[in-house]
């Protein structure tokens, strides 16, 4: 097959923040230097924030370095963090905990809430104004290598593919898009990032990752209910105490509130639901006020990296690096990663532009890594890495003391002279549903609570429908075999979206997909007990349309 081929100094494979932020970066480089170096930026949404979801309460502090005026130019709905609750919920109280008790770094003091998908927007414009050239709806559907192993760029996802793999119509094939840099920026449970682990072995040495499953709700509220800058987050019920997650509200913009729930999932029930919990936890007598009166405008799902330092691969490859989330740097403690995305983003662009004045090319950009040692990120993380590892050993009570004294000790500048290393993966942790207690939970309200397929019809879904499936299976016997004899068919709970069902009847029962249904959460991929579920990007441009999340 005969393809287009596209030629740059830089690829960036994802339009998010760290994706962003090095592309800029790069081109302050550029004119810094007096020289030109050519950025491309693939991105998989049909638009650049269609994919985008977060919180966000977010750090400005990589921004600030970045676009130190962009408060005054970009015209982002921003609300300075005016108020930080921090509530202990049980079924039918909240407990307010004291900032005083808690380790400095938990305070969202000099934090901003906004919607991340409008930030990249607006970085989006920024980096064209310089003079990177953005293309989305374009997946990258598998990387390209010389012949000595070298990454020498992506190759693009062939559009226009019949639901058998035909060419159809209107196929037109993928491009080959090469460079002398490839920075993989496509998020968590990426599909490069997985091909390029597995044949560099980036992840020797390393705790296996560890994930969250992140559901999130826009609201519009009645103004008497709106405090703008208001930081909520709790922890406890509906969840209980061997299961990691906690919830979030966030309010900004013109009524706006951001209403979320993260689940681990490293959780051990199999009758758990991350989408149910959420809908039960807005039915609690101190958040159910909060929301009446109001009305939903948007719903998505995101799976978080968790594992913390411990879990980072080897960051670099022959030809490129990782950023952002394809790496994980986010600090869960925290629940924060936007502004340690874009460092990393920032500081592989700065690595790579020496390499470009030097006249290299598809080596390892070994001064990323150094550079991100001796960064705030690194320090940031490490404060941090053990927290993660007691919640799973200790649940969230114990393992929140745990972590709280060692957050405490980084404070007065002392370092537990251990690391804790991730035992398990998430897939492993399910137990066999004869173990586990049965989870009732209740029917929705549609006040408050809702269903899934009316949450679904808020993310903006687009499949074409005789597309090639983007969801696969590896042995699709054992959905049956292993995760409905032993679990239940835990898929049908854990996906957000309604992808999987198990049909037929008791003595005879067979799965089925509605992968149009699918919010590209990647939780499917990562909590399969089997792992023979395994996500790919669709065809470009498919997927959800997030506004404002």
């Known amino acids: 097959m005969e393809r287009d081929v596209m030629t740059y100094d830089v690829l960036i494979v994802g339009a998010g923040p760290a994706g962003l932020a090095a592309a800029i970066r790069l081109k302050q480089q550029a004119q810094a230097a007096g020289r030109e170096i050519s950025v491309c930026v693939l991105e998989k949404a049909a638009q650049v924030g269609g994919h ?28 300075p963090v005016r108020e930080d609750r921090f509530l202990f919920l049980t079924a039918r109280r909240a407990f307010g905990l004291s900032h005083a008790a808690m380790p400095p770094l938990m305070s969202n003091a000099g934090a901003v809430i906004l919607s991340l998908g409008e930030l990249c927007v607006w970085l989006a ?40 793999g035909r060419e159809g119509p209107q196929f037109a094939p993928g491009m080959e898009i090469r460079a002398a840099y490839t920075l993989i920026a496509e998020g968590t449970r990426g599909t490069l990032t997985a091909d390029l682990e597995a044949r560099y072995n980036l992840r020797e ?40 997650g906690g919830s979030f509200l966030y309010h900004y913009g013109e009524g706006l509130v951001a209403v979320g729930f993260v689940v681990h999932l490293d ?17 609690h007598p101190a958040i159910r006020p909060q929301l009446e009166g109001g009305h939903r405008i948007g719903y998505g799902a995101r799976a978080i990296s968790e594992g913390g330092l411990q879990s980072l691969p080897r960051l670099v490859f022959p030809g490129g690096c990782l950023l952002g989330c394809a790496a994980g740097f986010v600090n869960v403690p925290r629940i924060k990663g936007i502004h340690n995305a874009m460092k990393s983003g920032m500081l592989a662009a700065e690595a790579v532009a020496q390499a470009l004045a030097e006249g290299r090319a598809q080596d390892a950009p070994e001064a990323y890594v150094a550079a991100l040692r001796a960064s705030w990120v690194w320090k940031d993380l490490d404060r941090v890495r053990n927290v993660k590892p007691w919640l799973s050993r200790f649940g969230a009570l114990g393992g929140l003391a745990l972590g709280g004294v060692e957050m405490w000790l980084a404070a007065l500048g002392l370092r537990a002279p251990w690391t804790l290393r991730h035992r398990k993966a998430d897939h492993e942790c399910l137990v066999p549903a004869a173990q586990a207690a049965r989870i009732e939970y209740p029917r929705p309200d549609n006040v408050v609570s809702f269903d899934r397929n009316s949450s679904i019809a808020l993310s903006g879904l687009a499949h074409r429908h005789d597309q090639p499936g983007h969801i696969h299976l590896r042995d699709a016997s054992t959905l049956i075999t292993l995760n409905h004899a032993r679990y239940d068919s835990p898929e049908v709970r854990y996906c957000p979206a309604g992808v999987y069902e198990v049909l037929g009847t008791p003595e005879a029962p067979r799965p089925h997909l509605n992968p149009e249904n699918c919010v590209h959460c990647k939780s499917c991929d990562i909590k399969d007990p089997g792992q023979t579920i395994q996500w790919v990007t669709p065809e470009g441009g498919s997927g959800p349309s997030y506004h404002g999340m």
């Open 205 to 244: 040495g390393a705790s296996p990752q560890k994930y969250g499953i992140g559901l999130r709700e826009l609201w519009r509220v009645p103004a008497d209910k709106h405090r703008p800058g208001l930081v909520q987050h709790s922890l406890g019920w509906p969840l209980t105490h061997d299961t990691g």
């Open 267 to 283: 959780y051990r029930n199999p009758y758990l639901s991350p989408f149910e919990e959420l809908q039960r936890f807005k039915t």
């Open 52 to 79: 985008i979801l977060s919180g966000a309460v977010m750090d400005p502090l990589a921004l600030d370095e970045l676009l130190p005026d962009w408060r005054s130019r970009s015209g982002l709905a921003v609300a």
């Open 125 to 164: 414009a920024e980096a064209e104004a310089l003079g990177v050239e953005i293309y989305p709806g374009f997946s990258g559907a598998g990387m390209l290598y010389d012949e000595a192993g070298a990454v020498v760029g992506v190759l693009t996802g062939d559009m226009g593919r019949e639901a058998d």
